[in-house]
């Protein structure tokens, strides 16, 4: 059974960065595209960010530029280090194959505010 399993978050300036980390075991990690998603209070889950097997990656409009999505296969770990975070980046952040599997871990809370 995967289990994710994803930290990082905090409290954080606007302007600031942060980086998250999401430990998937339970599933073949490099056999699967990874994302990061986000869900900020009372709007829908949206794909922030994914990275593809071939290490191809895209981004969701309003973090483009700022936001960057990484993976290591070897150790089963897909990272997003976010930069020039704004108040609107807050929400809880989740890791999840893309499409993503049924499972889905706590989540990260990241806060953007003075």
């Known amino acids: 059974q995967v289990q994710l399993v994803e930290s990082g978050g905090g409290l954080v300036q606007p302007g600031g960065s942060r980086g998250l980390s999401c430990l998937a075991s339970?599933?073949?990690?490099?056999?699967?595209?990874w994302a990061w998603y986000r869900q900020a209070r009372g709007n829908e889950r949206e794909l922030v960010a994914r990275?593809?097997?071939?290490?191809?990656?895209d981004y969701e409009d309003s973090v483009k530029g700022r936001f960057t999505i990484s993976r290591d296969n070897a150790k089963k770990l897909l990272y997003l280090q976010m930069n020039s975070l704004k108040p609107e980046d807050t929400a809880l952040y989740y890791c999840?194959?893309?499409?993503?599997?049924?499972?889905w871990g706590q989540g990260t809370q990241v806060t953007v505010s003075l």
């Open positions: 999840n194959s893309n499409p993503p599997q049924h499972v």
């Open positions: 339970g599933t073949v990690f490099s056999m699967y595209t």
């Open positions: 990275v593809t097997l071939t290490g191809t990656t």
